[in-house]
């Protein structure tokens, strides 16, 4: 099974910084990566697919590259209604793996 | 609008069955697609669990739950189903349907949460 790891676990920055967050595959999955934000007691929304394809509707400070194993998401300017939980996901292969969370909040 | 209805959730016993429903509207459940469940144990990060292909060709589980769950779909019911058997602590959880969408998981229900408890 493809293991995914996120870096930082936890992170806190002021309003219109630039937060980057990593995620990493035990094994390289092309640019079949999946970016969701999940805000306090709401459901998971999809922010990024295929790596770096921003979903409809996502505000265009949310970014994503990266192929293979290593991949990153990038806010350009940090909101405060960007307070939230940040997955990345495997889509190569199943079992079809989330990274562990990456809690963002404002300083 | 597509929209995704779970129910089924609620307190069980260690060792006991439960059975989870979807109701899917707002798209053709029958066509080329793939459902599936996601859970998230409270406090917790999400954990893939199941996934379906319409026509039920192709069926996969995670480890932890293969051999105790099974995923199933009524395609003239558009709903999808979880049965969970041999339940555990370990899966105390909010579970979600959710629709794949071109390689993702565009479209989620709001949960239906399970307690795994004597």
């Known amino acids: 099974d493809i293991q995914m790891t996120q870096s930082p676990s936890s992170l806190s920055a002021s309003v219109g910084d630039r937060v980057t967050i990593t995620c990493r595959a035990s094994?390289?999955?092309?640019?079949?990566l999946v970016w969701y934000q999940q805000k306090p007691g709401k459901v998971p929304k999809l922010l990024i697919y295929?790596?770096?394809t921003l979903q409809s509707g996502v505000p265009s400070r949310f970014s994503g590259s990266g192929s293979g194993t290593d991949f990153t998401l990038t806010i350009s300017s940090l909101q405060p209604e960007d307070v939230a939980t940040y997955y990345c996901q495997n889509y190569n292969s199943v079992p079809l793996t989330f990274g562990p969370g990456t809690k963002v909040d404002i300083k | 609008e597509v929209q995704l209805v779970e129910s089924g959730g609620g307190l069980v016993q260690p060792g006991g069955s439960l059975r989870l429903s979807c109701a899917a509207s707002?798209?053709?459940?029958?066509?080329?697609?793939?459902m599936h469940w996601v859970r998230q144990a409270p406090g917790k990060g999400l954990v893939w669990v199941s996934r379906m292909r319409s026509d039920g060709s192709t069926i996969s589980y995670a480890d932890s739950v293969k051999g105790r769950f099974t995923i199933s779909r009524d395609n003239a019911k558009n709903t999808l189903y979880l049965q969970m058997n041999s339940l555990g602590a370990e899966d105390t959880a909010v579970y979600y349907c959710?629709?794949?969408?071109?390689?993702?998981?565009?479209?989620w229900g709001q949960g239906t949460l399970v307690t795994v408890s004597s």
């Open positions: 707002g798209f053709s459940f029958f066509s080329d697609n793939y």
């Open positions: 959710a629709k794949e969408t071109y390689w993702s998981l565009e479209y």
């Open positions: 295929d790596a770096s």
């Open positions: 094994q390289g999955i092309s640019n079949h």
